[in-house]
């Protein structure tokens, strides 16, 4: 099953035939909403509020653990991930599309992984994740390529057929929030090789590689970054973008969901091989 993460603005799905919602507590916390589960172009979906329905968790308090864990039990494989971002890259605009296949990690104090050898949680079930869990191994998941290939060339041919002017590939760096980041940051973040900065892509993007999942995310640029533009960064401007892109965003889902073939032929799901010490 696919499941969607829509981001700041994006609380719900366009068109979603709603089949039910589930509560659900995991053993790393309760997910940051309840599970939508419904029929997209006659196929089975979950969706998840990333900031809860409500939009009442900042950046650096999502339960993210929480989040990817609930989407294993309900039997996602792949997950869709929607967010806002600030642009870097001076080619980019406000509105633009981004569909990353890189990031930088600038957060602090984030649960970042499952597998914390002697102290992870005993979990039960057959699965490789849970046996890593439950005997307490240490695992080093390869980021060498964090976005799965396959869901990103899709992604490409869907905004290719929509004709949605789009970035194919950008470097994500995300930052601890909820502050929007300095004008010094920013400069050290183009050094750096970012495209565009966010405060949620980290941990998703290697949470859903130690579950063995395929992710893929794309952004839409709210705004220039601090000091790009000279003018003051404010949240309405982003909640403003994501709703002015709201009907983009539902077509994309819709033929991304259309296009998404049943079987995962991406090297994902064998991301735990090797990687236990």
């Known amino acids: 099953m696919l499941g969607i993460i829509g981001g700041s603005g994006l609380y719900s799905l366009e068109n979603l035939t709603i089949l039910k919602e589930i509560e659900i507590n995991t053993p790393f916390g309760k997910p940051s909403s309840p599970i939508v589960i419904g029929k997209l172009e006659e196929k089975e979906v979950a969706f998840m509020s990333r900031h809860g329905k409500d939009h009442s968790l900042p950046p650096h308090l999502v339960p993210y653990r929480a989040n990817f864990w609930a989407f294993k039990e309900v039997g996602v494989s792949r997950v869709l991930a929607i967010s806002a971002v600030g642009g870097i890259k001076n080619t980019l605009r406000a509105g633009d599309f981004v569909i990353i296949n890189d990031f930088l990690d600038f957060t602090k104090k984030r649960d970042n992984t499952y597998y914390e050898g002697k102290f992870s949680c005993r979990i039960e079930g057959k699965d490789k ?44 760096a995300c930052t601890e929030g909820p502050r929007f980041e300095s004008v010094a940051e920013i400069k050290m973040l183009k050094v750096l090789g970012a495209d565009v900065v966010g405060m949620t892509g980290y941990p998703e993007v290697v949470l859903a590689r130690e579950l063995t999942m395929c992710y893929v995310s794309i952004c839409v640029v709210a705004n220039p970054a601090a000091g790009i533009s000279g003018k003051k960064l404010t949240s309405e401007e982003v909640i403003e973008m994501m709703s002015l892109k709201e009907k983009e965003i539902g077509l994309i889902v819709r033929e991304f969901v259309k296009l998404l073939p049943k079987s995962r032929s991406c090297s994902c799901k064998e991301t735990l091989e090797g990687a236990e010490v």
């Open 129 to 172: 994740v849970s046996e890593l869990l439950r005997n307490g191994k240490v695992v080093h998941v390869d980021v060498s390529d964090p976005y799965c290939p396959e869901m990103r060339k899709i992604l490409k041919e869907v905004m290719t057929r929509l004709s949605i002017p789009y970035h194919y590939g950008g470097v994500y």
